[in-house]
């Protein structure tokens, strides 16, 4: 017999903290993981020169600028460019050919984050001649990443990385024909994201803008429970058009989904999906 | 009045356990080579490894321990279900973590003590899904990892244990965890992999 631990104090401030941030702020946690959530909210608190998780509640209640402190700790963007390097060589191979037929594409980059994926997208619809035709929408729930994200500022000491994921990716081209660095920064080309709408988007609480074409959605669901994979997965279903095409993280499925038998796998190891 | 330290026997008294998380780094694959193969089918227990390796490559740990193995191998899933009897790998470029209701989920968080998966942060979320009814142990490495989590481990409970550093391929991590906070054994590989064998699940 196991006996599972019953939840702890933190465990139900966290709870009623996440309630506090919806009534007030109408940011929507409550379906998220709980462990990487519980983590995130610890290492806030104790950042944040709070010694409880109730104390946090407080102030984040009482303190509109507390909470959007709060919220740059609970959307923590860890992104890379051309993060997954195959998954763009799938795109290449079964998505752009067919996006390629359409007279005009609308894609959704779903919790952008700091827009490294828009960039990486932007570069392989270039490269494939899809850019000028495309409007991109860059969603994401946190606005300081995504101030982040249309600058296109990016630390010159990880342009090593990203240059080794372009070239893994089938990239064309010499990486830096795409920046100019300028002390430790990489300026991207402003040319690459002026189709790119940028707007604050909720998967959790908001719903479908835009009829479009493809959405990629990498890494985001993960910090999701079940019911609100689903609920996201229900607004990309809805979102794109007659056989659209998605593309989720590497370690994301849709298999146990209700969703799942909408779709038909196109690169299983790449997860990219296309509706049925 | 003689000091003997504590036997496995006396640390496994009255103890229940529900999964197994072991933790490596450098030299990990080679000591767990000596520890795994030996779980019989019918283990009852679910045993959760976390080694370091290459992120934004994948490995072949799943294929090639199941070719030793007479348990299911299987790289964790995010929101899957853990199953006893099954020897599970954190997947390379993501941190894994234990939910309350013991299932796994996945995270993209940044990498800590330069690791990603970091044994720490599987650690630290199994010690608070499983409470006292987890074990944890650590084994070779170049690294700090694994030190907070398994004094998170003790802290709820749970059953700690070292690799005997004098017999680690590198003694950094079993000697950070020691001096993190004393485990219930300090053992060689043979020894632990007894240990494992002892552990039941009732």
């Known amino acids: 017999?196991?006996?599972?631990?019953?939840?702890?104090?933190v465990d139900i401030?966290?709870?009623?903290?996440?309630?506090?941030?919806?009534?007030k702020y109408s940011y929507d946690f409550r379906d998220y993981t709980g462990a990487s959530q519980k983590r995130r909210v610890l290492h806030a608190m104790t950042e944040?020169?709070?010694?409880?998780?109730?104390?946090?509640?407080?102030?984040?209640?009482?303190?509109?600028?507390?909470f959007s402190q709060l919220l740059q700790y609970l959307t923590i963007p860890v992104t890379e460019m051309f993060r997954d390097p195959s998954y763009f060589v799938s795109l290449r191979e079964h998505v752009l050919p067919v996006l390629s037929t359409y007279p005009s594409l609308k894609i959704w980059v779903a919790g952008c984050s700091t827009g490294e994926e828009v960039f990486s997208l932007a570069i392989l619809l270039k490269e494939e001649g899809l850019l000028e035709r495309s409007i991109i929408y860059a969603t994401d729930i946190?606005?300081?990443?995504?101030?982040?994200?249309?600058?296109?500022?990016?630390?010159?000491?990880?342009?090593?990385?990203?240059t080794a994921n372009y070239q893994a990716a089938g990239g064309q081209h010499a990486f830096s024909d795409y920046y100019t660095a300028a002390y430790s920064a990489a300026l991207f080309d402003r040319s690459l994201v002026e189709n790119v709408t940028f707007a604050d988007h909720s998967l959790a609480t908001d719903?479908?803008?835009?009829?479009?074409?493809?959405?990629?959605?990498?890494?985001?669901?993960?910090?999701?429970k079940k019911k609100l994979q689903e609920r996201a997965l229900g607004l990309f279903h809805d979102s794109l058009c007659h056989r659209g095409f998605l593309g989720l993280?590497?370690?994301?499925?849709?298999?146990?989904?209700?969703?799942?038998?909408?779709?038909?796998?196109?690169?299983?190891?790449?997860?990219?999906?296309?509706?049925? | 009045m003689m000091h003997t330290p504590p036997s496995i026997e006396l640390a496994l008294q009255g103890r229940t356990t529900g999964a197994v998380v072991i933790g490596a780094s450098a030299g990990g694959v080679n000591a767990l080579m000596s520890i795994l193969p030996a779980l019989p089918r019918g283990f009852p227990i679910p045993v959760i490894v976390v080694l370091h390796v290459m992120s934004n490559r994948p490995n072949q740990l799943v294929e090639v321990f199941q070719?030793?193995?007479?348990?299911?191998?299987?790289?964790?899933?995010?929101?899957e279900e853990v199953i006893p009897g099954t020897l599970y790998f954190a997947p390379a470029g993501y941190h894994l973590l234990l939910e309350h209701d013991r299932s796994f989920s996945l995270s993209c968080d940044a990498p800590l003590h330069y690791a990603r998966p970091a044994i720490d942060i599987t650690m630290e979320t199994a010690a608070d899904a499983y409470g006292a009814a987890l074990a944890g142990v650590l084994l070779t490495g170049a690294n700090e990892d694994g030190a907070a989590g398994l004094a998170a481990i003790g802290r709820a409970g749970g059953?700690?244990?070292?690799?005997?550093?004098?017999?680690?391929?590198?003694?950094?991590?079993?000697?950070?965890?020691?001096?993190?906070?004393?485990?219930?054994?300090?053992?060689?590989?043979?020894?632990?992999?007894?240990?494992?064998?002892?552990?039941?699940?009732?």
């Open chain 1, 1 to 9: 017999m196991s006996e599972e631990a019953g939840p702890s104090d």
């Open chain 1, 13 to 23: 401030e966290v709870r009623i903290l996440m309630e506090a941030i919806f009534l």
């Open chain 1, 48 to 66: 944040m020169g709070c010694s409880t998780v109730s104390q946090l509640q407080s102030r984040v209640l009482h303190e509109p600028a507390a």
């Open chain 1, 142 to 162: 946190n606005p300081q990443s995504l101030e982040k994200a249309k600058k296109g500022v990016f630390p010159l000491e990880n342009m090593r990385t990203y």
């Open chain 1, 207 to 224: 719903s479908v803008f835009a009829e479009t074409q493809f959405i990629s959605c990498r890494n985001v669901m993960i910090y999701f």
């Open chain 1, 249 to 276: 993280g590497s370690k994301e499925s849709i298999d146990f989904s209700s969703y799942g038998p909408r779709f038909e796998v196109l690169a299983k190891r790449d997860r990219v999906f296309r509706k049925r």
């Open chain 2, 67 to 79: 070719q030793r193995m007479a348990i299911p191998v299987r790289e964790a899933g995010d929101k």
């Open chain 2, 159 to 202: 059953l700690t244990v070292v690799q005997e550093p004098r017999q680690a391929q590198v003694d950094v991590m079993p000697l950070h965890a020691i001096r993190a906070r004393q485990p219930d054994l300090v053992l060689p590989l043979e020894e632990i992999r007894r240990l494992l064998l002892m552990l039941e699940n009732r």
